[in-house]
């Protein structure tokens, strides 16, 4: 079997406007179909479609939580946390409990 020499990523973003060219080395062993986060590695130049690399591979467009995981990368949110924050958040309870509640709506249903 000849395995191709390039593949292409289409861009969810329609603001850009090409496909981008992804050397066999740079694919992150990424499959037909999954959804990945791209590192442009040289523009668009003169008619040539821009090259790039693949520097994650997110999962499939039917996965849970793709969506989110999509918009956390095209505005660039922090979803990377210290040490010292995953610590505290383990702090937080898990549990509401009814004197919690007293005097608020409670919204979760």
Do not use: C, W
């Amino acid at each position: 079997m000849k395995l191709k020499a390039e593949s292409l990523v289409s861009p969810i973003d329609e603001k850009f406007l090409y496909e981008i060219s992804i050397g066999r080395a740079d694919t992150l062993n990424a499959s037909d179909g999954d959804v990945v986060n791209v590192e442009i590695t040289r523009p668009p130049i003169a008619g040539r479609r821009p090259a790039g690399r693949v520097i994650e591979v997110l999962g499939r467009p039917s996965d849970p939580g793709i969506d989110i995981e999509i918009i956390i990368r095209k505005h660039r949110l922090p979803y990377v946390f210290s040490d010292a924050a995953l610590t505290e958040a383990e702090q937080v309870p898990s549990r509401i409990t009814a004197r919690e509640l007293s005097g608020r709506d409670d919204l979760r249903g």
